[in-house]
Every structure is written in C-alpha cells, then in structure tokens.
C-alpha cells in the first residue's frame, strides 16, 4: 500500500514509503532463506556426502547431479575458462574488448545528448517556435543520426566479432584436447561421464560463446549508464534521488533473486535432453539400413517421441515458470519502478525545498519546467532501464552458469582423461549391488609398457575391459618377426580386448607389456574406417597426398598396390586418384576390406592386427594378400574363422571362453578345423577384477602354453 500512495503524496520526503517497502522485501527474503535452510538440513540428515567433479555422491555410490548455479563453482569454472578465451592483453579479444568499451560509452553519450535534445524539441513544440524546432529536429538531429547509427551497428558487429573469436578460440582449444591422440577414444569408450560430446563441442560452445560476449555488454552498459545518468540526475533532481532510484532496484533485485527458480540448472538439463534427442536421430541415420531390414521404424519412432516428449514436457515446465517470474519482474522492475520515478521527477515540482537549477524554479516558466521535465525524465528512464537490465543480467547469468556448467565439465573430463583419469559407472556385482562411479587414475593402473622394435611380449597381462570385467587373469605370450599367430575364439573371450590393450586403447591394469612403437603396429578391422576425402586418401590414410609423395609412394605405385589387392579397375570405375566421393556407400563390403589391405601394404608396419578383415573378401584373392602381407616382411596377427587362412600362420594363440588360453604352434591337426574347436558360449559368469582378488588363487587360472 505504501507503494501506491507515492503520487498521492508528493509532498511528503520517502523515507517512510522506502522504509516500508524494504521492510516488505526483506521479510520475503528471510522467509525464502529460511525454506533453503530447511531443505538443506532435509539433505543432510539423508546422508549426502562429499562432492565429486561431476556431482555428489550418496550412500549408495550413486553420483547426484551438482547444483548448477551463479555460485563460488560457477566463478571457479569461469575463472578456468575465460583465460581461453582471451589468452593475453595482446590478444584479438582484447582489442575487441576495449573497443566495445568505447562504444559502449559512447553510446551512453549520444543517449545523455539525445535527452537534452528531446527536451529542447518538446519545448520548441509548447513554445510554437518554428525556427527553433527546424534548426534542432531538423538540422542538428539530421547531422547525428549518422554517428548514432554508426555506434548501434558498431555495437552489434563488436558483440558478433567478440562471439565469434571467443567460439574459435574454445572451439580450437577443444579440438586440441579432444584429437590430441586417442583421447577422442576413451572420451567415448572408457569414460563415461559425457553422453554427447558432438554436442559439446558444437552447440553448447556457441551458446556459451555468445552468451559470454552479450553478458559483457549487458553488464558493462548498465554500469557505465548509471555512473553517468545518476551524474546527470544528480544535477538536475538533487543528489539524494538516483541513490533512492538505485536503493530500490538492488531491494527488487534481492526480492527476485530469492524467489526466482534456478534457470541455470533447467538450462543445462534442457541442453543435456536436447542432446539425448539428437543422439536418437543419428543413431537412426547411422543404422539405417539394419532398422530397415527389421521393419524397425514404429520402434525407433516410439524412441525418438520418448525422448522428444522429455524435451517438451521440462520446456513447458521452465516456461511456465518465467511466466510466473516474469509477473513479478515487471511488477517490481518495471512499474513500481516507473511510480517511484514519477514521485522524484515531480518532487521538486511541487515541493520548493526540492527545487533546483534545473527542475521546479519557482521563476521558470512553464514551457521551461515542460523542456527540464522531458530531459529529466529522459535520464531517470535511462537510469532506470539500466538498473533493471543490470538486475534481469542475474536472470541471465544463471541461464549463462548452465552453458559455463557444460562446456567447463567438457574441459575437466578432457583434462582427465589426458592425464589417464577416468571415472566410469560400474555395473552391478554379482552380489547385487547397485551402480557404482569408480575414478580410475594412473596410480590404479599397475601395468608396465616397454617399447622394443621386432617383438611383443605379454607377461602376466590380466584381459579387464574398463567396466572392470575380467576376462583373463593373466595372459602371457611372446611374438617376434616372423611369427605369423592365428587367434581363435568364441565371442566375448578377450581376442578385440587384446588389440585394444596393445593399442593403448584400453589401459593396462597389470603385467607388462613390451612391443614396438606405434607407428609400426597398423589395425585392420572388419569394417575398414574410409576417409572424407579423395580416393587416394583411402589408400595412405591417415597421410595426406604431400606425406605420401614425400615417402616416394607416386600415383604409379599406389596403382600397383591396387594391383595386388585386384581393384585396379575401380581408378577408371571412379574417375581417377583426385575423385571426392562418399566412399562408404560407393564401395562394396569386400572392396572396403581389400582397400583396408592395400592401405596396411602402402604403411608396410612390423605388425599387422588383422581382425576378420577379410571376410567378404573370396578365398583366392584373401590367399593372395596374405602370401604378400608376408613376402614384405610384415608379421601377421590375425583373428579369424577360416580354416583356409591357417597355412599363412605358424603359431596359435587360442581362447575358449572360461578364462583359459593356449599359445602353441601350428600342427598339421589344425587343418581339420582343430584349431577353431571351442564353444560358443560362456558357462561361467564373468567376474570383476575385486571379487577375482578377493578370491585369490581359487580361481581358474590354468593356461596351457
């Protein structure tokens, strides 16, 4: 009530109007406080526990998602990633900085003259004189428009440019961190913190890119407004009235910071939800062709609903809530605000104690009180816009903590992962326990890697998958050039998590294990990885055109390697070396496969992994590759079922599914399909690495070899 009487009580000074209304505000506050201290003391007796990177863990392991809000973690994050964005005072960014400073004031020059300005114009208009109002509407406004123009595009093109180097500078910072290496791997595979990096790396980096470049200027503006309109007022309505207008926004803007919902946690929920929705259609895009065959589509569609229909139902919930916000933002940051304005303007009016230089001379005449009012309120409308857009940058800023919140969890999963940390969400025990996040670190993984050029050598190497899966107590076995090994197995018994322990792909828990340097190991899968590119970047991937000349590999003799896998015709079929194609759909499977192959003879390793490669390939063009596979020198580890590849290897490295293995060489009894005699399927469940410590040496640990 005691904001309502303002105009009805002019002539009375506001303490008591302030008083009360601070009284009001302030009761709301404690109220609101004293629910959050409720509800926290609520938590505690539950039994949460101390914090993790990513959130709080309860009793159960089970990890809590954090708080996301304008908080001491949000400053830690920001503080984390602002140094990337502008790396140095030297920097583009920087430059751009103090440029939208100086725009920025002097924008908030022209809106001081254009306030003066108006006031003249109106009091030309009252007085009726027409000479002054051409001169001023006319000639003087028609000379300003243009620098007024210019410093409003210049402000946009300055936010624009500012969003976009903070993008690429994060964007490139990511990719760095992202491809350094096999991280993008583990970021997948092993860690599983982050569901959709795609996302990350695209979307939620531009959104926090522009948001970071707006919130500069929605912050600085405002505050450069004020220091200069509260000047200006100050003058005009006396120096008490801009620190009455201020008081009241900051008591409004602690009102609404306490009953706002948290739209930064909402934000990064909906950005998570928008993520699972876009990983539904690329799955569908990227098994197209099997949902096809299956007639899968009311299937997929159900998935691709369920998930859309989460989006659907938090948005709605979230606008809801701002609509309800919004109410009571423009109540107290709008129109009781625009009360409080009319009650300062019009004090010295009515009051003579309150009159000044410029506003409420008992001598002035009218158009001249009409020509300080229109002026006067001009500045106490930009003071107050000020103030409100500084209060509603709150609301932003917590928008803006949810997109800091994911981009900054990218970085840190990143950095972990660089350094050999991973945390992965366990699956049950055999006792029935629930999930469990374990954090994995370089301290966990005992294993030793030596690198030595002709060999690999396995001893006491267990086979654990990164779900903490054992497989293999202790596999050991050594290889050296020339010793061509056949592996063998039913699925599931540790042939492909071999590979990946040699290829640093899964790490190494125990054991040590020695083999040459990367670069003379090369892997060929079933379904070869094939390029965006030209077709002679399927050949030399990953080198480019300039690697491969520099290593003396010409058009000619990448037409040999073609030769000897029979597909020399497909240079013709496809229009040359230099023919940019999608290459996975141009291609047959078996084309695929002897591409793969003429690629492993273009890079000629020590070591050549061959899992399945040739499986769509037929038997005389398989028996030729690999008769040359040998005849250059490379040794063979092949994972295969085809009896007719055993004549190209000389050893037998064969698992058969209950944690036992045989490494021996070939014999003559392996012809007659001996070496591929193994079940197809697993009698004993599989154990965890601890339940397989903890019972020692109970468990089936013997290997023939």
């Not at 030297?90 to 108006?118: C, H, P, Q, V, Y």
Request: aromatic share 10%; hydrophobic share 40%; glycine share 8%.
């Amino acid at each position: 009530m005691a904001v309502l009487s303002l105009p009805m009580g002019l002539n009375r000074k506001p303490k008591s109007v302030l008083a009360g209304l601070s009284f009001l505000i302030a009761y709301v506050i404690v109220r609101r406080q004293q629910t959050r201290a409720k509800r926290r003391a609520r938590q505690q007796r539950a039994g949460a526990s101390s914090s993790s990177s990513s959130g709080e863990k309860s009793r159960d392991g089970s990890l809590k998602p954090r708080k996301v809000g304008v908080d001491k973690h949000f400053v830690e994050q920001l503080k984390k990633l602002l140094p990337i964005c502008i790396p140095g005072f030297a920097s583009k960014e920087a430059g751009l900085l103090a440029a939208l400073a100086t725009i920025l004031i002097a924008r908030t020059w022209l809106d001081i003259w254009f306030s003066g300005f108006n006031g003249t114009v109106v009091k030309a208009i009252v007085s009726r004189d027409r000479k002054k109002f051409i001169a001023k509407a006319i000639i003087e406004f028609g000379m300003m428009m243009w620098p007024m123009s210019i410093v409003n595009n210049s402000l946009k093109f300055t936010i624009s440019a500012l969003a976009l180097s903070f993008r690429e500078r994060l964007t490139k910072f990511a990719h760095n961190q992202y491809l350094d290496g096999i991280t993008f791997y583990k970021i997948s595979n092993i860690d599983n913190r982050i569901q959709n990096a795609d996302q990350l790396l695209t979307q939620d980096i531009d959104k926090f890119a522009d948001n970071l470049s707006h919130l500069y200027s929605d912050i600085a503006k405002p505050l450069v407004d004020i220091v200069l309109f509260a000047y200006k007022l100050g003058e005009a309505i006396g120096g008490e009235a801009p620190f009455y207008m201020i008081g009241y926004f900051f008591l409004s803007g602690l009102a609404l910071r306490a009953v706002s919902p948290p739209f930064g946690k909402y934000t990064a929920i909906e950005q998570k939800l928008e993520g699972d929705f876009r990983f539904t259609h690329s799955r569908i895009i990227a098994h197209s062709e099997e949902i096809a065959f299956y007639n899968g589509a009311e299937r997929e569609k159900e998935g691709v609903n369920s998930s859309f229909d989460k989006i659907v139902r938090h948005v709605r919930k979230v606008y809801t809530m701002r609509f309800a916000n919004g109410i009571l933002d423009s109540v107290l940051v709008k129109y009781c605000a625009t009360m409080t304005a009319y009650y300062l303007l019009a004090r010295p009016v009515f009051d003579p104690a309150y009159a000044t230089e410029h506003m409420g001379r008992v001598s002035a005449d009218p158009t001249k009180i009409v020509e300080d009012y229109s002026r006067n309120s001009g500045y106490l409308v930009n003071l107050s816009q000020a103030v409100g857009r500084l209060i509603l940058a709150g609301r932003d800023l917590t928008r803006f903590a949810g997109y800091t919140s994911r981009v900054s969890e990218l970085f840190d999963v990143l950095e972990d992962v660089n350094k050999g940390k991973y945390e992965r969400t366990m699956v049950a025990r055999s006792d029935g326990s629930s999930s469990q996040s374990k954090s994995v670190d370089v301290n966990d993984l005992k294993g030793k890697v030596i690198t030595q050029d002709g060999v690999i050598i396995f001893e006491k190497v267990p086979i654990v998958t990164p779900n903490n899966d054992l497989l293999l107590k202790e596999l050991s076995f050594k290889v050296t050039t020339g010793m061509n090994c056949l592996i063998s197995g039913p699925n599931g018994c540790g042939k492909s998590s071999l590979f990946r322990i040699l290829g640093d792909l899964w790490p190494l828990f125990g054991g040590t294990v020695t083999k040459p340097h990367p670069s003379k190991l090369f892997y060929v899968p079933q379904k070869p990885y094939l390029a965006l590119g030209t077709f002679r970047d399927q050949v030399t991937y990953p080198d480019t055109k300039q690697q491969a000349a520099a290593k003396g590999f010409t058009d000619k003799k990448l037409n040999e390697l073609l030769s000897m896998v029979h597909l020399g015709y497909l240079i013709d079929r496809e229009g040359g070396w230099d023919s940019v194609q999608d290459w996975a759909d141009v291609l047959s499977g078996g084309e695929k496969q002897r591409v793969a192959m003429a690629r492993l003879f273009y890079h000629r390793p020590q070591f050549a992994i061959l899992d399945e490669c040739t499986s769509a390939v037929s038997i005389d063009v398989e028996g030729i590759m690999y008769e040359h596979a040998r005849q250059a020198g490379i040794t063979l580890f092949t994972v295969s079922h085809r009896s007719s590849l055993i004549r190209y290897h000389e050893y037998l490295l064969r698992f058969d599914g209950e944690g036992h293995y045989q490494f021996r060489k070939l014999g003559t009894e392996d012809l007659q399909q001996a070496a591929f005699g193994f079940g197809h399927g697993k009698s004993k469940k599989i154990r965890k690495m601890e339940e397989n410590d903890d019972n020692g040496d109970d468990a089936d640990t013997e290997n023939s070899v």
